[in-house]
């Protein structure tokens, strides 16, 4: 499909490992954001790419986050050293805003439900 | 105090009835998603407004912009609604979303 992907749909960590969580964008969306949601909760931001360049990360929780883009396509969010409070959905979405002061349509992918044991 | 405050938080209804889902924000914006979100987390903009009324088949959002309200409409509804509805408002450079509505319709 055409959509925005997202792998793994699950993942279930150990407490302390490292996970890699992958998004595919719509093809040729400039902009990227990784959203959070904790349970019962609405999505929190995280960071935004713009093409390959990471404009915005204040959302992201601790430098155990780590995010990117390096060819403005497919993005990847790293959390090192997994806590159980990291259990969450992540959210990837993806728009043809080309600025963040502009507000395009965002389309969201499917979530990765990270559950840290 | 969140930025973006949505009510009710929970709202059952069975299949027919006009539902009415509001969304109060206290920051300046530009302009208001409505989202549907499945479970398993997939999310589904349904409409994106700045100003007036929107209509997409049974649904219908309005705003309100000197009263920072929103409302979305469902008519006629049906057990297939049944959803989480969240509101997320565009503020300076990035989307603030409320913690949403868990609609359920029985038939």
């Not at chain 1, 780590?66 to 990847?76: I, K, N, Y």
């Not at chain 2, 027919?16 to 889902?21: C, D, L, N, R």
């Not at chain 2, 209509?55 to 057990?79: D, F, V, Y």
């Amino acid at each position: 499909g055409a959509g925005v992907s997202q792998s793994p749909r699950y993942k279930v960590a150990k407490r302390g490992q490292d996970v890699a969580l992958r998004c595919d964008p719509i093809s040729g969306h400039v902009s990227l954001f990784w959203y959070q949601q904790a349970l019962g909760q609405g999505p929190e931001f995280l960071t935004y790419f713009q093409n390959e360049a990471q404009l915005d990360k204040s959302g992201l929780p601790s430098d155990r986050f780590f995010a990117e883009r390096p060819e403005g396509s497919v993005s990847t969010l790293k959390i090192q050293r997994t806590q159980q409070e990291d259990s969450a959905v992540y959210l990837c979405a993806s728009s043809l805003s080309t600025s963040p002061t502009a507000f395009y349509e965002q389309y969201f992918g499917p979530g990765t439900r990270l559950t840290v044991t | 105090k969140n930025e973006v405050e949505q009510s009710p938080q929970n709202l059952t209804a069975q299949e027919g009835e006009f539902i009415t889902i509001n969304c109060s924000y206290s920051v300046g914006i530009s302009a208001l998603h409505w989202l549907q979100q499945h479970p398993g987390g997939g999310i589904v903009s349904l409409f994106m407004l700045s100003s007036g009324k929107k209509k997409h088949g049974r649904l219908i959002a309005t705003i309100n912009i000197q009263e920072k309200h929103s409302s979305l409409h469902i008519t006629a509804s049906h057990p297939r609604d049944s959803a989480v509805y969240i509101c997320a408002v565009k503020g300076p450079d990035k989307l603030i979303f409320g913690t949403g509505t868990r609609l359920q319709v029985f038939p």
